[in-house]
């Protein structure tokens, strides 16, 4: 099958959607499809799929009402005859009419996140243009059959798969940062998302109790310099480091001693998975996908979201309690490496992908 996936967001962003799409793109074509990633021109998106061999097109969607773009996507579909368009929430209306006008056979919406049950005209526009609705958690596919998507088959739970990078060596935390607990953090610097705010204010109940944390925090994002400014104002920033963005994590995730995800919402946490995954002990809030992750807390210290004291009194329990915390981790990782596999999920979206192509030509 020839199949594209349509991607449209920030140059420098790089999250767990962006991840997916490549994890998607470079699995499908590893099984003989032809596939395609789509985005804006100049993108860390396009990048990493062409680092993985996987080919790319611009697309710059400035905007979800874009009909000059839908007609040149449409042309690119015909082109180059796709029979599969894979599109998330915003950029629907245009891969939708593009897929439509060129041609394709079918368009599948890949959600990550929780939808809203407030965008009417989004659930307008998946009714419309959407043949079938990828999600990661059945939290967020019970989300969808609330919300009248109720067809057998239409909405499927794909868990995300992991990559583990058995070469990498770990990371020397030990020479940079001698005598310290190396507490990591992944994610964007987005204060609305990711909850580094909440964190920071826990780092500062606890700072004299454990001054030998030191958070190290990868990613990048908008809120990056508030942040930085926001440690300094509460005294932590000698407890916290901001690498910024890093293409591969894994060794600073095989030698950090725990990890900590203070996310506000998600969808699947792809980066606590990670962390399971290297047998890293983890704190995490209970948003959307965490019960499923950790088994409903069984591998994982489970806190509220918005609340820094629970984040606090986490910090302190897994400093009062190293061996248990050690030992949950290690579960973990026998857990999240046997459920969530690359493999699978290749295999599942290739099936779900015939399976909503048949449904559509029965009709």
Not at 137 to 155: D, L, N, R
Not at 223 to 234: F, P, V
Not at 349 to 355: C, D, G, R, V
Request: aromatic letters at 12%; proline letters at 4%.
């Amino acid at each position: 099958m020839h199949i594209l996936f349509i991607h449209t967001i920030g140059k420098n962003k790089y999250g767990g959607g962006e991840r997916w799409v490549i994890k998607a793109a470079s699995g499908l074509a590893g099984r003989g499809h032809d596939v395609t990633v789509g985005g804006r021109g100049g993108s860390v998106l396009l990048a990493e799929a062409e680092k993985r061999g996987v080919k790319t097109h611009t697309f710059n969607i400035l905007s979800n009402l874009s009909i000059y773009q839908a007609f040149r996507i449409a042309r690119y579909i015909r082109k180059n005859k796709i029979d599969v368009v894979f599109t998330k929430g915003r950029d629907q209306l245009v891969s939708g009419l593009a897929a439509r006008w060129g041609g394709a056979s079918l368009v599948l919406k890949r959600s990550g996140l929780p939808p809203s049950g407030k965008s009417k005209k989004n659930m307008f526009l998946t009714r419309k243009f959407v043949d079938g609705i990828v999600t990661n958690t059945h939290s967020i596919e019970k989300i969808y059959h609330q919300m009248g998507f109720t067809e057998p088959g239409f909405v499927k739970v794909i868990y995300n798969g992991l990559e583990i990078n058995k070469a990498c060596e770990p990371y020397d935390f030990t020479s940079k940062f001698p005598g310290r607990t190396m507490v990591m953090c992944l994610g964007r610097l987005v204060a609305s998302h990711k909850g580094y705010f909440f964190l920071l204010d826990a780092i500062s109940e606890i700072k004299k109790q454990f001054p030998q944390l030191l958070f190290f925090i990868v990613g990048e994002g908008k809120d990056k310099q508030r942040l930085i400014d926001y440690a300094r104002e509460k005294g932590v920033d000698e407890m916290v480091h901001f690498e910024g963005y890093v293409h591969d994590p894994s060794p600073y995730l095989k030698a950090c001693d725990f990890f900590v995800h203070a996310s506000l919402y998600e969808g699947m946490p792809n980066a606590a998975m990670e962390a399971m995954a290297y047998g890293k002990p983890v704190i995490m809030t209970r948003v959307n996908g965490a019960e499923e992750l950790s088994n409903n807390g069984q591998f994982a210290y489970l806190i509220p979201p918005f609340d820094s004291s629970a984040i606090a009194e986490a910090l302190k329990f897994a400093m009062g309690n190293p061996e248990d915390f050690k030992i949950t981790g290690e579960k973990a990782k026998t857990f999240v490496r046997q459920k969530f596999g690359m493999e699978t999920m290749v295999t599942q979206l290739q099936a779900f992908i015939e399976q909503r192509m048949q449904v559509k030509k029965n009709k």
